[in-house]
Each structure stands twice: as structure tokens, then as C-alpha cells.
Nanobody, 120 residues
């Protein structure tokens, strides 16, 4: 089992940056691939970014490449999502997820989410 707790959400203005954190507890963090997802009101949850446990490779939703960066610190059991040049359409609840597979399509463990609101 892995427990995930997100933090760092809040209210920002268009063009500003925000860094989300997800702290993991439980089994060995370094053995889990991590992902970020988001869900806006009335919309389906969508993939944002992922980072593999096996080689540290990262992958992103095409629409977010260049603005968002995922990273991990295995010593701190934490994964981060750096979000730059934020837009109102980035407003959503952001979820952290974990899975033991190296390149998961689906994730087994989820956090409770953190709200990000970008004002225009």
C-alpha cells in the first residue's frame, strides 16, 4: 500500500507559477512510477504527467509540454509538478497517483487531490 498526500495548490493569477508536491508513505517510493492527473468541474479526469521508477523517464500530455515539469526526490519520498505560465484553463483539482509498473497506463493508488485555481 502507498499513501499519497498532495499539497501546494492554491489561487494564482494568469502567467504565474505553482509547484505541487505529493508525499508518499508506505512501501519503497523508488519502486513506484508516479503520475499527476487533473479534473476540472464537469470534465473527465485527464493525464498531466508521469515519471517512471525504472529509468526516471518522464512523459506529458501533449498540450502541457513545455509548461509543466514532473520530477521526483526518492530520498524525500516526494514527487513534484512544476507548473509555469498558468492559464485559467489549468484550474482543476490535481491528483497524484502511484503504480508499481514501470510505464503504467492505469494507476492503483491515488491521493485526495489539491485545488488549483488560476484567475484571469
Amino acid at each position: 500500500q502507498v499513501q499519497l498526500v498532495e499539497s501546494g495548490g492554491g489561487l494564482v493569477q494568469t502567467g504565474e507559477s505553482l509547484r505541487l508536491s505529493c508525499a508518499a508513505s508506505g512501501r519503497t517510493f523508488s519502486s513506484y512510477s508516479m503520475g499527476w492527473f487533473r479534473q476540472a468541474p464537469g470534465k473527465e479526469r485527464e493525464f498531466v504527467a508521469g515519471i517512471s521508477w525504472s529509468d526516471g523517464s518522464t512523459y506529458y500530455a501533449d498540450s502541457l509540454k513545455g509548461r509543466f515539469t514532473i520530477s521526483r526526490d526518492n530520498a524525500k519520498n516526494t514527487v513534484y509538478l512544476q507548473m509555469n505560465s498558468l492559464k485559467p484553463e489549468d484550474s482543476a483539482v490535481y491528483y497524484c497517483a502511484a503504480d508499481s509498473r514501470p510505464y503504467p497506463v492505469e494507476y492503483n493508488y491515488w491521493g485526495q487531490g489539491t485545488q488549483v485555481t488560476v484567475s484571469s
